[in-house]
Structures are given as structure tokens and as C-alpha cells.
């Protein structure tokens, strides 16, 4: 089993360029979120959704984008890179409904730097 | 929201026991998960409550109190590979998305 995919692991953008973080998981669930974690900081949530064709805000929304168009995919967009975006992005999924219990399952995380 | 505790760093020795709070408020508490963290990988899962009481795990156990707003997680018998961060997590039923919050971890050193 796959689990959470994230792609890429890796990345350094210029100021002001744009990209997309992928994020894939097989397990059907319905809830995905967004993640970054900076020293200190703990992981402060970004932006979710609770399935498909919904998304809200998290903690620290700004300057990224999301959309899910389908249960399996939720990426993450940085519209104009800025250095203080620089930090790791993990994906997170769980399953909705009656078993709203269960833990989140987590991405390997994605490391970008802003330069 | 929520307004989460942990200590920022702890030390114990090897084979000893350490136990690592957390003191969380909020509104409409909905469970309390744990997880752990090593160095440049992603957290797993290691404990849940949502009810009063301890949750054992193996060597790790977990409490809660609902009424004072704290939880701890129990390591016994510690080992090398048991240094990591452990992330306490609260979920809240207000604005029905039942995605957690995280505090900001607690690093735990254990040296021999």
C-alpha cells in the first residue's frame, strides 16, 4: 500500500516563482490536509478539505491554494514564492464518517527553500 | 481553538521511564492523539483518548483528563531509537472538521 504520496521531496524556488505540491492517497478517505512545520513551530495547518469539491481555511492560509476535485488528490499551490514560505509541507489524510476516531496518515513531507 | 502545552525538550536514560505532558483548552473536545517524530521523517500514529483514563500501548501508555485538560504519554523502558518528538494533537467538534491541532512537540534525548 502506498498510503500518502507526496511529490516532490525536494524543491528550491526563486522569490516570486509559482508551484504546485503534489499530494495523493489510496486509502478512500475523505479528510486531507495541509501541513508545515518550521523549528519551534510545531505543525500548523495550512489549508483542508473534508472531501471532494470542499476546502477551508486552516491556521496559516495565506499565500497558498488548494483545490479537490477528487478524494484521491489535494494539492497544494504557492501562488508567488516567498522566503518565508521556506519550511517542510507534509499531507495528511484520515477517513471521515463514523470512524472519525482514526488517526491521520501522513506524506513523507516536501523540503522547499525560498532563496 | 486551542491552546496547546507541551515542554520543549526532556532528557532520561536509557531503560528509565519518562512521561511527557500536555495541557490543551478548548471548547468542544473531540479526542487527543499522540505522535511520535524522528528527525526528518513524518509523524506516526501512537496513541488515542477521548475518554478519562489511561490507554496502554506496550511500553507507551497514554492519560487523559478531560476535566483538567491534560493528557501524558508514558515511555517505559526506554531505548535509544525512542529519541524523537512527540507531538500531542487535540481535535475539536467546533466548525465540524475533525482535523487536530498540533502543539509544537516535545524533543526527547535519551542518552545511556
Known amino acids: 500500500n502506498a498510503g500518502v504520496t507526496q511529490t516532490p521531496k525536494f524543491q528550491v524556488l526563486k522569490t516570486g516563482q509559482s508551484m504546485t505540491l503534489q499530494c495523493a492517497q489510496d486509502?478512500?478517505?475523505?479528510?486531507m490536509s495541509w501541513y508545515r512545520q518550521d523549528p519551534g513551530m510545531g505543525l500548523r495547518l495550512i489549508h483542508y478539505?473534508?472531501?471532494?469539491?470542499?476546502?477551508d481555511q486552516g491556521e496559516v492560509p495565506n499565500g497558498y491554494n488548494v483545490s479537490r476535485s477528487t478524494t484521491e488528490d489535494f494539492p497544494l499551490r504557492l501562488l508567488s514564492a516567498a522566503p518565508s514560505q521556506t519550511s517542510v509541507y507534509f499531507c495528511?489524510?484520515?477517513?471521515?464518517?463514523?470512524?472519525?476516531?482514526?488517526?491521520?496518515?501522513f506524506g513523507d513531507g516536501t523540503r522547499l527553500s525560498i532563496l | 481553538g486551542q491552546n496547546i502545552d507541551q515542554p520543549t525538550e526532556m532528557t532520561a536514560t536509557e531503560g528509565a521511564i519518562v512521561q511527557i505532558n500536555c495541557t490543551y483548552q478548548t471548547s468542544g473536545f473531540n479526542g487527543l492523539f499522540w505522535y511520535q517524530q524522528h528527525a526528518g521523517e513524518a509523524p506516526t500514529f501512537l496513541s488515542y483518548?477521548?475518554?478519562?483514563g489511561l490507554e496502554e500501548k506496550g511500553r507507551f501508555s497514554s492519560f487523559l483528563s478531560r476535566s483538567k485538560g491534560y493528557s501524558y504519554l508514558l515511555l517505559k523502558e526506554l531505548q535509544m531509537k525512542d529519541s524523537a518528538s512527540y507531538l500531542c494533537a487535540v481535535r475539536d467538534r467546533e466548525g465540524g472538521s475533525y482535523i487536530p491541532t498540533f502543539g509544537r512537540g516535545t524533543s526527547l534525548i535519551v542518552h545511556p
Open positions: 495528511a489524510s484520515s477517513p471521515g464518517g463514523p470512524v472519525r476516531n482514526q488517526p491521520q496518515h
Open positions: 486509502m478512500n478517505h475523505e479528510y
Open positions: 478539505s473534508v472531501g471532494a469539491g470542499i476546502t
Open positions: 483518548n477521548v475518554l478519562d
